[in-house]
């Protein structure tokens, strides 16, 4: 597994790194893991630092970076309006734990050689927005490893979340596939 989506927003390549659909009872749970060739540290300032996460992440993150802390994002091209989260658990370098919205999502690093394990995952209740969601969340963690290698990516994010989208809904099945694109991607 490579820390970057293939060159052509369009080129899904055999053994490419797709997220998975844990289905619960009361929640859906979305689950990526990344083998990135950068150390713990740079991963971790990557997933907290404002710089970085303005490379790869869809909102800001304001509010004290601590456990039990409450936050603000707000998304840097006011696609919509701000919204409130919790941190439910913050260990550096190790775990990042947030409320983003009606969302949970989870950052686990793991030192892996001389890189580290991603483990990412986003929980929810609404099955029908696990394929829309799934593709978004592939393309940051594309743009992640491309900002980490210092690097653009050779693709628009719009282009590369269509070429996901099709993937997932046919590893997921139509019933996680009820909610439509993003705003501004238009009609699929």
């Known amino acids: 597994m490579s820390g970057t989506g293939s060159g052509d927003a369009g080129d899904i390549r055999p053994g490419e790194h797709f997220g998975v659909l844990d289905r619960g009872d009361d929640e859906v749970t979305l689950r990526f893991v990344r083998s990135l060739p ?42 919509a309006p701000p919204f409130d989260g919790t941190m439910l658990a913050f260990d550096p370098p190790v775990l990042m734990e947030l409320i983003w919205g009606d969302e949970r999502l989870r950052f686990e690093l793991t030192p892996d050689g001389t890189g580290t394990l991603l ?45 996901v989208h099709t993937e997932y809904v046919a590893r997921f099945g139509p019933e996680a596939a009820i909610v439509g694109p993003p705003p501004g991607l238009g009609e699929i």
């Open 38 to 79: 950068h150390p713990p540290g740079k991963v971790w300032r990557a997933l907290t630092e404002p710089e970085h996460l303005a490379a790869w992440f869809p909102t800001t993150i304001e509010g004290e970076l601590s456990a039990g802390s409450k936050l603000r994002f707000g998304f840097r091209e006011a696609q």
């Open 119 to 163: 483990t990412f995952t986003a929980s929810f209740a609404e099955l029908g927005r696990a394929a829309r969601d799934s593709a978004g969340w592939h393309v940051c963690l594309d743009l992640l490893g491309y900002d980490l290698g210092d690097a653009a990516a050779p693709w628009t994010q719009h282009e590369r979340w269509r070429a």
